[in-house]
């Protein structure tokens, strides 16, 4: 065992000397094998952090990087413990332009790379709202989130896009993408760990005007939350209730109507007899009353589906 141990360490070494000094298609061989080592080793990933094997891969990203390079020396990176020095250079407009590019024209392994990595670097306290405040770099984002095609694709840019969120600055941006009426599309084919995050983001994008006005136009907004109430988790239906308190504040008489016929009373009821936390309890109780004023009491106790139990 320490015998493969040392093998891999020599390698590893052998494969950052040679990138320091051949080009082409020698380099792009180089790092192909290094991203394999680097996968599959601890011990590897590990050399080459000990060995500065991290500037040398992050010396390799810059404007004249060719997609060929760049999305293997991300591969790299995704998968080792970057410190803060190593995150703060990959933080260069340069760098995250490659990645941006790369996100958007690479393939969906590198698309899910660069993805994880920007998320990584958004954790350092140097980071920079600037850094991704890009239509393009957005516009890939949910692009990655929505292809169908590769679902492994969904939670890393899902992840991704929730930690962008948290910044006040880019929200405006993400609503102006379409991204809102993207994701509730997306919300009856997402799976559960999924579904928190796409319900996160819309509840966060809900505390802007826009961000509103885009969740009372999308008409699937209504039912694909309501349908969501008391189905998943807490955290779901708590995310979920805040959407629609936002919609039907937004336009009582016209989302209320729509709620109800969707199913929202009765639903909330179940929120209200539940154990839930009271915070929600309370919340469905306000929206069940907001929800009424647009109903006579037979009409709506119809609607709660409660006839049958007050007769």
Known sequence: MKK???DVQGRVSELLETLKKVKGQARIQALK??????AAH???RKTVVDEGGVAVISSLLGPFTSHAVGSEAIGILVNLELDSESNTNLMQPTKIS???DMLNEGSVETKINCTRLMDKLMEEKEFRSESISSHRLLVGVMRLVKDKRH?????PGLSFLRSICLLKQVRSLIVSIGAVSQLVELLPSLEPDCLELALFILDTLSS??????ALKDCANTIPNTVRLLMRVSESCTQYALSILWSVCKLAPEECSSVAVEAGLAAKLLLVIQSGCNPVLKQRSAELL???SLNYTDTIFISKCKLTRTIQ
Request: positive net charge; glycine residues 6%.
């Open 208 to 213: 802007l005007p826009e961000g509103k006005v």
């Open 4 to 6: 493969r141990s040392e």
């Open 151 to 155: 679902s492994n694709g969904i939670l």
């Open 98 to 100: 490659l990645m941006v």
């Open 289 to 291: 009353k907001l929800c």
């Open 42 to 44: 601890a011990t590897a």
């Open 33 to 38: 094998e290094l991203k394999q080592v680097v």
